[in-house]
């Protein structure tokens, strides 16, 4: 056989599991890793998201057939979104201190005080036209949207929300947000911004989950469009400068380059949020067996760390634990 002279054999570092386990460069925690809730008005209704199977909403009082899941699973924190009884043009229900959301943090947080709770504040599943804002015609008016996003966040803390996740994409929503929260004694309250937010098809699944579909026309005068990349950043810094805690780049795997360019680029905790039509995606390619699912959400979620998330919120968050338990992943 002939004798090479090849010093470099990157080989040597794949011939053993314990030594690849060691030269591992993306870690990946179950600490890091935020599970999506969908809760809803109503009585021992759990009801299955057509779109989402093996995803549910859940009145409050089966909610903790899911939490026990949660918490048994590893996974430490959960995002809430809530699908009120009643929605009007103005999103109403949104603020209402009885409101769905304000009640279900009341409930996790007196039976399941370890679970840090992060609130999405919108107001798609609260108007009855769908939109992330109030109308003035047919355009969502950014100024008077800001009103009711501070007055939606707040009833969220007051009523136990740890943390709260604005992803209408307003300018300007991060310092009404955090003058509000502020002024009324929660300082210490932290803002995850949904800053970088493309319009996207890969939504379609939640707003049948959420109802939240706009009744005409569609998101791109708020949510990004999909062709920018300094856009990117722009929004990152003016969200920075607002003073969000962390930022969240959302689809996750069509945009991992997006989330590389913020995480070089910003010295903040950086979430990525692997959104309902890439579950969607990943349960019917499964289901027909054109995939195998589990390592395609293993590989899916180190993707978005190896691009840089810190945390990943995943409708596959309790899989996802799982794996790393097992030494799958991590
Ligand atoms: C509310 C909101 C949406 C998502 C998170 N918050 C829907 C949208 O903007 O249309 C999408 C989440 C997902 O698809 O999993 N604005
Ligand atoms: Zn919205």
Same mark, same amino acid.
């Given at each position: 056989?002939?004798?090479? *002279?090849?010093?470099?054999r990157?080989?040597?570092?794949?011939?053993?599991?314990?030594?690849r386990?060691?030269?591992?460069?993306?870690?990946?925690?179950?600490?890091?890793?935020?599970?999506?809730?969908?809760?809803?008005?109503?009585?021992?209704?759990? *009801?299955?998201?057509?779109?989402?199977?093996g995803?549910?909403?859940?009145?409050?009082?089966?909610?903790?057939?899911?939490?026990?899941?949660?918490?048994?699973?590893?996974?430490?924190?959960?995002?809430?979104?809530?699908?009120?009884?009643?929605?009007?043009?103005?999103?109403?229900?949104?603020?209402?201190?009885?409101?769905?959301?304000?009640?279900?943090?009341?409930?996790?947080? @007196?039976?399941?005080?370890?679970?840090?709770?992060?609130?999405?504040? =919108?107001? =798609?599943?609260?108007?009855s036209?769908?939109?992330?804002?109030?109308?003035?015609?047919?355009?969502? &008016?950014?100024?008077?949207?800001?009103?009711?996003?501070?007055?939606?966040?707040? /009833?969220?803390?007051?009523a136990?929300?740890?943390?709260?996740?604005? /992803?209408?994409?307003?300018?300007?929503?991060?310092?009404?947000?955090?003058?509000?929260?502020?002024?009324?004694?929660?300082?210490?309250t932290?803002?995850?911004?949904?800053?970088?937010k493309?319009?996207?098809?890969?939504?379609?699944?939640?707003r049948?989950?959420?109802?939240?579909?706009?009744?005409?026309?569609?998101? @791109?005068?708020?949510?990004? &469009?999909?062709?920018?990349?300094?856009?990117?950043?722009?929004?990152?810094?003016?969200?920075?400068?607002?003073?969000?805690?962390?930022?969240?780049?959302?689809?996750?795997?069509?945009?991992?380059?997006?989330?590389?360019?913020?995480?070089?680029?910003?010295?903040?905790?950086l979430?990525?949020?692997?959104?309902?039509? *890439?579950?969607?995606?990943? @349960?019917?390619?499964?289901?027909?067996?054109?995939?195998?699912?589990d390592?395609?959400i293993c *590989?899916?979620?180190?993707?978005?760390?190896r691009?840089?998330?810190?945390?990943?919120?995943?409708?596959?968050?309790?899989?996802?634990?799982?794996?790393?338990?097992?030494?799958?992943?991590?």
């Amino acid at each position: 056989m002939m004798e090479l *002279e090849l010093l470099e054999r990157p080989r040597r570092l794949r011939s053993n599991p314990a030594l690849r386990a060691m030269v591992r460069e993306t870690r990946i925690s179950a600490d890091t890793i935020i599970y999506p809730l969908f809760v809803m008005e109503g009585e021992n209704s759990k *009801e299955e998201i057509v779109s989402m199977p093996g995803q549910y909403r859940y009145s409050i009082d089966r909610l903790g057939e899911v939490l026990d899941q949660v918490v048994d699973a590893g996974v430490k924190s959960i995002l809430i979104f809530g699908i009120p009884a009643y929605k009007d043009p103005q999103g109403s229900s949104a603020w209402d201190s009885e409101g769905i959301v304000q009640r279900a943090l009341r409930y996790i947080k @007196k039976n399941y005080p370890q679970l840090y709770c992060i609130t999405d504040v =919108c107001m =798609c599943e609260y108007t009855s036209h769908g939109h992330c804002g109030i109308l003035q015609g047919t355009y969502v &008016d950014n100024d008077k949207t800001l009103d009711v996003l501070s007055k939606t966040a707040l /009833s969220h803390v007051q009523a136990g929300a740890d943390m709260v996740a604005p /992803s209408d994409m307003m300018d300007g929503r991060i310092l009404a947000l955090r003058k509000t929260l502020d002024s009324s004694g929660f300082v210490t309250t932290p803002i995850m911004s949904y800053a970088v937010k493309y319009a996207s098809g890969y939504y379609g699944p939640f707003r049948d989950a959420a109802d939240s579909a706009p009744a005409f026309g569609d998101r @791109k005068s708020y949510q990004m &469009d999909f062709h920018n990349r300094r856009e990117a950043l722009r929004e990152a810094a003016l969200d920075v400068a607002e003073g969000a805690d962390i930022l969240m780049v959302k689809p996750g795997l069509a945009y991992l380059d997006i989330v590389r360019d913020v995480k070089e680029r910003f010295e903040k905790p950086l979430a990525v949020y692997s959104v309902s039509g *890439e579950y969607s995606m990943i @349960k019917a390619a499964g289901a027909a067996n054109y995939i195998d699912q589990d390592d395609i959400i293993c *590989e899916s979620s180190v993707a978005a760390y190896r691009a840089g998330a810190d945390m990943l919120i995943t409708y596959f968050a309790k899989e996802l634990a799982g794996f790393i338990r097992e030494g799958r992943i991590g």
